[in-house]
């Protein structure tokens, strides 16, 4: 009796220990992850800052690179706080590589500056932090979507490094944590509004829905070549016009859609039952491939990016997904393919 | 593929954009900022010569005592340590030579270890001087190799606009000449600076006239371009061509970079020079003939800097 009293004490005991271990661990976790985003300007949600700082977690899982997050009201020169702010991570960078981003925005001069460490200002050079702050991140800033705008901008740095990761020896180089001023400045154009994308050469004009849906693709992909965000193109399908009335399309998302299926191989269309409906896919190993699905109006086909929208998510890596709870009319296409319990693509076993 | 520096003076030289005196002044300036060969090494490695005679001295000294030492010591018969015993309250012949010894080796090699670890750590400052300036020329041959395409991107756009769309030929020629006057200064401020930068780097940092000359002349390009940006401000397809934004983001990020260079060679000069004027460096400094280095800063910057310089 006593021997069992005793034993349940010390299982009480253990109990405790492991969840006072437990909650330890995510405290230091939880205070680990606070360091990332710093809001003193008050221009994200607490959900907002919890978002990104989750997201940039998974950067430094993912890619070793330690994106953090700053704002402030009138923070002097940006150039010279951004780097005295990386002189101050020199001893808590947790990148084991030295690889180092800060994003500082100042809302009272309304400006933004991306500091990009020594470890990076290859994969990064000025001009592309130039390009995603001015063509990107900014886009966002205007309508109040900070944390918005720095996700879109996030996206294209993971892109980059992926690419980077791939084509050249960048994994193995390990760098002191620090910067020698490398990144860029630009106006942060915050509560500005909405600005629309000045097309280039005459844009889509011309961009009809067509007879099949590989000439219509084409067709986006052209008006996407020529940075027209236009949300009435003609091959869109009026629902998709729709919604693409609120959205914010930045020159850099359409050089990105051109960009990223330049080197994918479409297979043949897929029709429908009923004649309707039609998707072009791509073969399974091309995870940053999303497929596309089409509508059949009026004898052409139309874009539909809402049922798009609704059916597939992006995972960590930019590989798509197909979201099971998601109901569309496009789930024919993908009869010869499993998906895992997240969505991603398998190729069905015999 | 991008035109090469070299390629772009050559056009603008050409095209009549430049002059042949212009485009000869901005070929000198590319990757023309290190000494020449030999004269490079000049500063870093007469810190080693300073380190090598009192090395070899305190050598010298140490082999002395050592032999000294061994002849007290030492003798060919085998040794009766009978006699050696000490008596009570005596000193035996070998300890008071052993003990005599080590005395005027201590007396002897205790300040000079100590001045050579007060020497390294003056040269170790000295580097870091030296490093920081390599770096701040390393950025302004960054941006001298940019001059020639800022240049060249403004000069084509506006020749092209000027020729397309201004119908007044009074307007037409203003801007022309507005762009031959900024171009004139930027090329001339990139002419002085690779100049002074030609001269070993000694010779430049350590004289606060030469280095307030190359600070004269880096804004001299810095207002040049400025003012090429400026113009482009009047043409808002120029400025939102994908083309200027990189070529305006390279030039920016490099001026940036030349900032912070500034602002931690001036940061390890504060160090250095501060140093050298506390005991007992100061000693130190003037045995081995270590010199005060400059401030890069402009003259407003220098007149308002604090007088002392200790930390």
New interface residues.
Partial sequence: MRRSSSSNRLTLWLAAALLAGLAIGFAVHAAGRADLVVDDAGLMSPVERDRLAEYHDYLLKDHDIDYRVETGRDLGDI??FA?RRFEDFAETGRSERGRGLLLVVDAKQNLVRLEVSYALEGVF???F???IE?RQMTYFFGRDRVADGILAATELIITRAQRAAEATGFEGEVWTFG???????TSARLGTGAEPV?PRNDGGNHAAASPTPQETLAAYFAAMGARDGDPDLALYTPATREMLRDWVMTPAQMDNVVRSYGACHAEAPRLGPQGRHAVIRYPIAERACAPWFFEKIDGAWHLDLTMMQKAIRFGRSNAWRLDSAARHPYAFAFDDWSFDAHGFPQRRRP | MEASAEERIARMERDGTITSGQAAMLRASLGSTSAPDGEDAGPRARGHRHWLPWSLLTLVVLVVVVALASLGSGTDAVQDVTQTLNQPGGHGEMNRTLSALLAVALLLVVPLLLWVWLHNGLVAKEERVFEAWA?TESNFQRRADLIPALVDTVSRYLKHESETLTAVTEARAAVLEKLAGLSESLIRGQKEAAEILRQGDADVIEDEATLARLYRAQAEVGRGMNGLFAVAEDYPELR?S?QF??L???I???E??????R?RFNDAVRDYNATMRQLPWNLVAALGSFQRKAYFRSEEEARNAPELEFK
């Avoid at chain 1, 910067?179 to 860029?184: D, F, I, K, T």
């Avoid at chain 2, 940036?256 to 260079?261: L, P, Y």
């Fill in positions: 150039n010279t780097v050079p000025d001009a932090v130039a390009y001015q910067s020698g001023g490398a990144g860029a400045t000045e | 770096q939102a994908d934004l990189e305006q983001a390279q920016e990020g490099t940036n970079r030349i900032n912070v260079a602002m």
